[in-house]
């Protein structure tokens, strides 16, 4: 898989990839109660979309950036992000417990002021 040398087309593309996944996890199809072999296919599925989505993130973030601009999309989030649904994939696969738990909210904004570009979140 080749994928393109141009650092301006990698940052419109960031967004399109976290848009990619939202759709991703809105058009899963719910299974039928006690039927739980097409779900659990249906979130395989979605965790090698993940590790794409991750792959394609790492690649854009070890492309040059262009520093005369004054937003940087903040690929470490949305590491942070994609690794908190990852574990909530596998935390419903292989429960540990019964009880409910309080979820992590997800951050959500990618955009970093250059000012900030330096400082890790």
Do not use: K, W
């Not at 950036?65 to 940087?72: K, L, N, Q």
Request: proline letters at 8%; one cysteine or more; glycine letters at 4%.
């Amino acid at each position: 898989m080749t994928f393109p040398s141009n650092p301006t087309n990698d940052c419109r593309r960031a967004p399109a990839l976290a848009l990619t996944l939202a759709l991703a996890l809105g058009s899963a199809t719910p299974a039928a109660a006690g039927d739980t072999a097409p779900e659990r296919a249906q979130l395989a599925a979605l965790v090698r979309q993940l590790d794409m989505l991750e792959r394609t993130a790492q690649y854009g973030a070890s492309l040059a950036r262009d520093e005369r601009a004054r937003y940087h999309f903040d690929y470490a989030r949305l590491h942070q992000d994609v690794e908190r649904i990852r574990a909530g994939i596998n935390d419903y696969l292989t429960p540990q417990r019964a009880q409910p738990r309080d979820p992590v909210p997800l951050v959500g904004d990618y955009r970093r002021e250059t000012a900030n570009a330096e400082q890790a979140p």
